[in-house]
């Protein structure tokens, strides 16, 4: 298990596979998923995980937005290829779908890595995509609250009742269960709704912090600094009460520099060792822009430098 710091739990780091940005090139430009996620596997980190945009707009895509490929599809060709890895959608927006089908996909996954999936799930922010999806942009957080209500009794594997806003589930069951009991559910957005969701609700936060003000693009308040994100992370867990030793946080880190074999090796370990000091459990790290280092160079070369060894999950 990684180790920077003596003084609190060890941290562990998710790899996000590379995002391709614009409508030219392809997603899988940064090399085959199943080849990188074994080289990932291979060299001690511990999960791997996708976003997903299912129809992003032109404009949004030409102004710096992102490709995606469907998480649940990209994670389920993951865990045919590892046995380790935790399995993360990073994240997903549970109002654009049927919570059941949500479910569904989650616990398929689930089973089929062993109980190795992560379901990392937000609000949404994109108005043009609600519009192509034909999803209430208003009612978004009505339908994550929705779903959040839906996804245990889905996973349940016992029949239930539950009037939606779009649908009516009379005796539903969601066979086969998942693995996991439950499935982990990791919230992401930095609003007090959030983290009151999350306290009450869910097994993980997923902070959004980096070095340029996206508080706007997202909707969700801006985490300043560090020692922001650490009062906010001990106000969860006080709100969480009895429930706080079981959730997880994971932070992303975002400085592109990290992938350069020139930089000060010794500021990046001492910032990621901040985070974990206030808090975090999980650090993601969102593959750098371009090809140099290659991405299973940086797998590698990050591993060597900040992972452990012993590469425990």
């Known amino acids: 298990m990684t180790k920077l710091s003596g ?13 391709t940005h614009g409508s030219q090139g392809d997603m899988l430009d940064a090399g085959p998923v199943a080849e990188l996620a074994a080289r990932a596997e291979s060299c001690g980190w511990s999960g791997f995980a996708f976003t997903e945009h299912p129809a992003p707009g032109s404009k949004w895509l030409e102004s710096g937005g992102h490709q995606t490929l469907d998480p649940f599809v990209a994670l389920g060709h993951v865990a045919a290829v590892t046995t380790r890895l935790r399995l993360l959608t990073y994240l997903t927006v549970l ?15 689930d089973r089929l890595s062993n109980g190795r999936f992560v379901l990392g799930v937000g609000t949404g922010y994109m108005k043009a995509e609600f519009h192509a ?24 594997g016992r029949p239930f009742d539950y009037e939606g806003r779009g649908f ?24 007090a709704l959030a983290r009151q969701r999350v306290a009450q609700r869910a097994q993980g936060w997923m902070p ?7 508080s706007a693009t997202t909707r969700t308040p801006r985490i300043d600094s560090v020692e922001d994100l650490g ?9 969480a009460g009895d429930r706080a030793d079981g959730i997880d946080v994971a932070v992303a880190y975002t400085d592109p520099t990290i992938a350069r074999p020139e930089v000060d090796v010794e500021r990046h370990r001492d910032a990621l060792g ?32 900040y992972i452990a060894p012993d590469g425990d999950a």
């Open 7 to 19: 003084s609190v739990p060890a941290v562990r780091f998710i790899y996000q596979y590379p995002e």
């Open 95 to 109: 109002p654009y779908r049927n919570p059941n089908l949500v479910a569904k996909a989650a616990a398929t996954v």
């Open 274 to 305: 901040r985070l974990e000091e206030v808090g975090a459990t999980w650090i993601v790290l969102p593959a750098p822009p371009g090809t140099h280092p290659a991405p299973a160079e940086y797998l590698e070369a990050f591993a060597r430098t």
């Open 208 to 214: 959004l912090t980096g070095p340029v003000d996206i």
């Open 231 to 239: 009062r906010r992370i001990r106000a969860l867990r006080e709100e």
């Open 133 to 156: 999806l034909g999803v209430d942009f208003g009612a978004r957080n009505d339908l994550l609250d929705e779903a959040l209500d839906v996804l245990p009794l889905h996973w349940s």
């Open 168 to 191: 009516s589930a009379r005796q539903a069951i969601g066979l086969p269960r998942p693995a996991q009991d439950p499935i982990p559910i990791w919230i992401g957005g930095n609003s």
